[in-house]
């Protein structure tokens, strides 16, 4: 069985937030949601200051500390390594929030639109006055609705039409492989192993499936 991962190259990136735009179209996140995100450091002075872009996403890690707090079993891993809420057994507790060691968990406690007009009326609508905000809202509560707490799932339903994830499709300078991290021969394996892939706080002893490569 599979195990999905992605590596991310620091060389590559320029911290464009394609990916984390991406993101959002591809899964219609209501506002303050970044499932995928693009953080930015410097360090230095001038003139050897130094920028780097990190992306970050949810590391579905091997032993999730997220599935481990959670009281009604919503968060599952699949056995392909992809960790997973069930919108029917989500409570909003929020332990999961707290317990992840990567900030990668996204309460929804209640859906709110892009547009100033509709921030404050119940969802769903019947009728509004912008054709998106319907279709965004209708694909939201289609697939998660509200009083749950939600997460990257590495595209899952595009990786089980065989297709990539959306940030690393869209990724304009391919920083971003997608790929089976349990076959040695997979490029992503065989970039950690020859480009000194690692994971970002292993410390935290999860096993994250996301892995980089170092700026320089
Ligand atoms: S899209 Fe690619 S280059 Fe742009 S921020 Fe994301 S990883 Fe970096
Ligand atoms: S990064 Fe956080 S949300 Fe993702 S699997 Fe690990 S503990 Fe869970």
């Excluded at 309460?107 to 905000?133: G, M």
């Excluded at 959306?166 to 391919?174: G, I, L, M, N, T």
């Excluded at 492989?177 to 002893?205: A, M, V």
């Amino acid at each position: 069985m599979a195990r999905y991962g992605f590596v991310i190259d620091l060389k590559k990136c320029y911290g464009c937030y394609t990916c984390q735009l991406a993101c959002k179209a591809e899964h219609l996140t209501p506002p303050g949601i970044f499932w995928g995100r693009c953080l930015k450091g410097e360090t230095g002075k001038y003139p050897t200051a130094i920028r780097q872009a990190l992306p970050i996403l949810c590391m579905q890690c091997d032993d999730p500390e997220c599935k481990k707090v959670c009281p009604t079993k919503a968060t599952t891993k699949r056995d392909d390594g992809i960790v997973v809420v069930d919108r029917k057994l989500c409570i909003g507790c929020r332990y999961c929030v707290l317990a992840c060691p990567y900030g990668a968990r996204y309460p929804v406690p209640q859906y709110r639109s892009y547009f100033e007009e509709h921030k404050n009326l119940p969802a769903p609508l019947e009728h509004s006055t912008n054709p998106f905000d319907d279709y965004a809202r209708a694909k939201w509560f289609d697939k998660y609705g509200e009083g749950i707490n939600t997460k990257c799932t590495f595209c899952h339903e595009r990786v089980e039409k065989e297709m990539q994830p959306a940030c690393v499709v869209s990724c304009p300078a391919k920083a971003r492989y997608f790929g089976d991290l349990e076959d040695p021969e997979s490029e992503i394996s065989l970039l950690i192993k020859t480009q000194r892939g690692f994971q970002l706080n292993p410390e935290f002893g999860s096993d994250p499936a996301v892995y980089y490569l170092p700026p320089r």
